[in-house]
């Protein structure tokens, strides 16, 4: 009886676990892009309204996006970046929230860039799926024997928009052939979506 019970559990949850991800991804989704102007909204209107936080930011976004790829917007844009960079502390998080963004999905050619990769993380023996973002600054290289250290994020799962910055030896990184998005998907699914070929 038990082991007729553990069977079908497992079966149900084989099947129904890639569900309740996306499930609990697109609801964590849903709850930050709801969050980010459903405050503001909420202030307007008297009380809160779920969703129309969400359609407000997605909408924000497209516009956004829209605008972006004409000249007008470009100019609007810059001026906007030009005038954040002025300002004490919001600078210094603008700036590098603007560089990890650059570095990890609008790189165009530039080498290791958004390449997959296994490091042995969080020990030897252990191998996690990464991305080599860029080599380690000047600095970090002397302090470390003069070794040439690669930039690694290992994202955590299922939420690969958090993680972990390791710096690796770069003969300690093994390069994969995998696509960026084929990685992500490994990553999410916990192993369960092999990338193609495999």
Known sequence: MWSLISKYFFNGLFVLL???ITIWLLAFLFSFMDGILGGIIS?????PLPGVGFLATLSLILLTGYFADYILGEKILRLFE???CKVPIVKSIYSSAKQVNEALFQSKGSKGLNKACLVEYPRKGIYSVGFITAQASGEIETKTGGQKLLCIFVPNTPTPATGFLIMVPEAEVIPLDMKTDEAFKLI???GVLKPKGS
């Open 43 to 47: 202030v307007f209107f008297g009380r």
């Open 82 to 84: 030009a005038f954040i």
């Open 18 to 20: 890639p569900l309740f």
């Open 188 to 190: 999410v699914s916990a």
